[in-house]
């Protein structure tokens, strides 16, 4: 019986002829859509992932601690949770740092007739809360202690890019859902094709005493195949995209989102995409209607 | 083998009504021959899809092989069907398979196993004389052949009950006495066989019991 649902199911792809490769192209050209928003995507997730750990708050303080008082006060800024490490810079740092990055102009900043720059604590967050919106509320909690004149930086970029990613998926998201609607369309005419070019043999299966699932499992394997084929064709067109793509990106990648490499989808994420074209082959497959009398 | 109680069919409703088939009743036994004779629209193709559960009768029972035709549920209706051969006025052959393979797509149909199929193909078409036309294809068949292989359709899976809706309809006299000589052989054997027919012509030959449809009644119930 397997056999018979299999060689019915390629007697029918085969008729389906060229509506049947109109299907595979959809399908392919969806998943490829799709798949490269999906590469796009993951590697932009990477480059926020390693600018989170970058992320550094300056927490400005009111007035300088007296040294005796500064470690109860690192203490304190400690205890508000979600911080990994932690820098004091006093007055006399800020100013060298100051002059430092000033250079031949240095001098500038000795015509001063006092130090205006207050002392600070640069602040790294925890790993685990280097995300905007666990950085934000660190700001917050570091902004309520009495001690704090200002806390400034964060991740307001990297909220940015984030937010960026976002807007990336969704339009990868919708760009997807279109194309893979118009695939199931395609497959489910190419399929409603075949179905009306076989309706005497369902006539005849009908008469003879053929169950329903042995009816509708080659129509369902049909649109399985096709999508399966697609999502092959959507790979091998992603893989050959990328190998072009990344000599030229990768020398561009360090000096402006700072990944050393562009990286490909993974195993299980190359094979998720071929499931996708496999379930959107047999909803397309599935939903073809056939006339058949008795 | 065959019970029908007061069926009736009606196609439409209000002014489009028509009454395709009115109060009928009548038994086949296992194993006997019946005629079921009548001028075209006299009603015989509507009953004879309603014994096989194309169409619902409108009121009354039906009672096919064992099975309440009206009470079946639609995942019921394939176990009725394989216990029923079926051939028509058009011998309904696939066009793009040969002789052999059109017999043999129901035994696959049903998921009889591929070292049956090829004996039990052979030996229908061994019963209606098609064994050397195996290999070829429906247009280059005769009428007769291709009603033949139609026959052989039909008895491929051994049902207790052929149903014959004007088989020789198409056909000559000649080749219409050679179908229903085959059509005798496959009652001999054991099938109780259903014959719906309008040609006068054949009824005598057949010397069997006649049920008479006119308008959608059944007018005599003899022989």
Sequence with gaps: MLSFIFNEAMRDLRRAGRVGVSAILLIALSLTALGGFWLLSLNLGRAIDQWGDRVRVIVFLKDE??????????????????????????????????????GSQADVAEQLPRNPLPASVEVTPDAAIATPEGTRALVTRLGALPEVEEVQGGSQWVEGLEQFRRLFQGMGLVVGAVLAMAAILTVTTATTLVLHLRRDEMEIMRLVGATESVIRWPRLLQGMAQGLVASIVALATLEVAYALAVPH?????????GLERVLFLSPWQALSLIAAGTLLGAVGGLLARGRAHA | MIRLEHVSKVFGSGPARVAALTDISFNVAKGEFVVLSGASGAGKTTLLRMLYRAEMPSEGDIEVAGFDVAALRNSEVPRLRRSIGIVFQDSKLLAGRTVFENVAFVLRVLGVSR???????????????????????????????????????????????????????????????????????IWARGTTVLFATHQARLIPQLKRRTLRLEAGRLVKDEG
Excluded at chain 1, 249 to 257: F, G, K, R, V
Excluded at chain 2, 138 to 156: D, F, K, W
Aim: aromatic content about 2%; overall charge positive.
């Design chain 1, 65 to 102: 601690p007296p040294a005796a008082r500064l470690e109860e006060l690192l203490q304190k800024i400690e205890g508000v949770g979600g911080i990994q490490r932690l820098r004091y810079v006093s007055k006399a740092d800020a100013l060298r740092l100051l002059k430092r990055s000033l």
């Design chain 1, 249 to 257: 990106l990768e020398p561009l990648l360090p000096m402006t989102i």
């Design chain 2, 115 to 185: 070292r049956e199929i090829t004996p039990r193909t052979f030996s229908a078409l061994k019963a209606v004389g098609l064994s050397a036309r195996a290999q070829a294809y429906p247009h280059q068949l005769s009428q007769g052949e291709a009603q033949r292989a139609s026959l052989a359709r039909a008895i491929v899976k051994s049902p207790g009950l052929l149903l014959a809706d004007e088989p020789t309809g198409n056909l000559d006299e000649e080749m219409a006495v050679e179908i229903l000589g085959l059509v005798k052989d």
